[in-house]
Each structure stands twice: as structure tokens, then as C-alpha cells.
């Protein structure tokens, strides 16, 4: 289906913000936000830019091929609770592939969502807040639906797949954003109703506790540890070998045998 299609059917689901080709749809979202959107607010392209992953790292973002939409919420939290969002979307997310797909994803801490060991779904959330309570929360999500143009990078080829090559279904992106909206939305509705991220479904998804891994915390020497559990606010708890969990709250945490 066509780019139009796809704008359609997100169209349909509340307001939505679409763009051809855009510097980042989160930046464009943040600046709906400032202005007053309201909430369950969509913005789509069908080309970034500027695509952003953590980090400061580029997400790369071909037209014609993949999804890159932004969403914004306003859930009545305090600034602490906003990491969870990031948890509650791959929950979201994994779910929606697991019934839209039929392939069996799995979640890796903090923002990732894999199949078949290989990077389908990212995830970048940004903060507006007023004071200590959010004021709004910019859900960045990248989706590989459609295989990669023949120009994709090879070091993105070897680390990541997509949807349309892992399923045995046909694969329509205008199709999957819709029930990606969908899902989103009854996905904040519970979140909110819950007061914060299900984390049974994360832990069931999670391809990161239970694994050994390299932490890489800002700032600091990267060390190794076995990851035990993650904690009901989304910190990834680990053990460094002597018994003792230690919280990770940001930085890189890679799968042991990654480069």
C-alpha cells in the first residue's frame, strides 16, 4: 500500500501529523507537545532525516520501507516514573508483532525489541516535564517492516531484521501502522489504569535477565554481570558475581558474545 494509504489509516485513529520526509518525528511531536497537543497525538513519516536512536545515536531511516512514528502521552505521573514508559511500549510493541506477525519477539533492556536475535523495533522517549510531574512524554518508535533497500548499510544488515522477513504472513505497512495506533492507545490506556509498566509481560519477553551481559554506564568502566531481574520502576538489577545486586538506571547493556 501506498504512503497515502498509510497516512489514511492513522487518520483514522485520532490526530495525526504526517510527513513525507521530516528531520525526526519526535522533534516534530515535542514541538506539537509544547503547543498543546493532546494526548494519543501521532506523528508519522515516511523518511527521517534526522532520525534519532539513544545515545545521540542516528537511526537509519529510508523511505518507502519501514515505520517511524512518534506519539505523545500525558500520563499523570511524577518525572521518576517516566522510564517505564519506555518498558510498557516494547511490551506493546511485542505483543502487537507477536498477534499482527505471528513471529515470537523478545524485549532487551532498555528499549529494544528483536526477532530472531536480530533488531526489529526501537525505541526513543523523551521528556517534557513541569516541575516533578510530566507534562508530556515523546514515544519515538522505529519499526523495520518491509526488507532493506539494496543501499541499507551492511554493518545495519548484520545486527538487524524486519518484519516482512521474518513472518510468513503477507506484510502491509500502511495495515501494521493501524494496528500499531490501536495498540498504543489500549496500551496507555492500561498503563495509566496500572500506574506504571507491566512488568510480568516485560520479564516474559525479556531476552536480557537471566543472560550474561556487558554494562556500559555513562561515564563509567564497562564491567560484566549476570542480569537477575528488573525492579517494579524498570531499573535492570544485576550481579556482578559476588551476590550483591547492583541497579543499572542508564547506559548500554550488551548481550556477552556482541560486539
Not at 501529523?17 to 518525528?25: A, K, M, Q
Not at 536475535?117 to 525505541?123: H, T
Not at 523523551?126 to 516533578?132: K, Q
Request: hydrophobic content about 40%; glycine content about 10%; overall charge negative.
Amino acid at each position: 500500500m501506498s504512503w497515502e494509504a498509510l497516512l489514511d489509516a492513522l487518520g483514522k485513529r485520532g490526530p495525526t501529523h504526517g510527513f513525507s520526509s521530516v528531520d525526526s518525528t519526535n522533534t516534530q511531536a515535542m514541538r506539537l507537545a509544547v503547543a498543546g497537543a493532546p494526548s494519543g497525538t501521532l506523528v508519522v513519516a515516511d523518511r527521517q532525516e534526522e532520525g534519532r536512536g539513544r545515545a545521540g545515536r542516528s537511526w537509519y531511516s529510508p523511505p518507502g520501507c519501514h515505520l517511524y512514528l512518534s506519539v505523545i502521552w500525558r500520563p499523570p505521573w511524577s518525572v521518576m516514573q517516566a522510564p517505564q514508559a519506555t518498558l510498557e511500549v516494547a511490551v506493546i510493541v511485542a505483543r502487537w508483532l507477536e498477534k499482527e506477525a505471528g513471529v515470537r519477539p523478545q524485549v532487551k533492556w532498555p528499549n529494544d525489541v528483536l526477532i530472531g536475535g536480530r533488531k526489529c523495533c526501537g525505541i526513543l522517549t523523551e521528556l517534557r516535564a513541569d516541575s516533578a510531574r510530566v507534562d508530556a512524554l515523546i514515544i519515538g518508535i522505529g519499526v523495520n517492516i518491509l526488507p532493506f533497500p539494496e543501499e541499507t548499510p551492511l554493518e545495519i544488515r548484520a545486527l538487524a531484521t524486519s518484519v516482512a522477513d521474518e513472518s510468513s504472513r503477507d506484510v502491509s505497512r500502511a495495515e501494521l501502522a493501524g494496528t500499531l495506533a490501536d495498540s498504543l492507545a489500549g496500551g496507555y490506556a492500561e498503563m495509566v489504569q496500572r500506574g506504571g509498566f507491566d512488568r510480568r509481560a516485560w520479564l516474559n519477553y525479556s531476552c536480557t535477565v537471566g543472560s550474561r551481559v556487558r554494562v556500559h554506564p555513562p561515564g563509567g568502566a564497562a564491567f560484566d554481570a549476570l542480569a537477575v531481574d528488573v525492579s517494579p520502576t524498570g531499573v535492570l538489577l544485576v550481579d556482578r558475581g559476588d551476590g550483591r545486586r547492583e541497579e543499572v538506571i542508564a547506559g548500554d547493556v550488551i548481550p556477552r558474545g556482541e560486539s
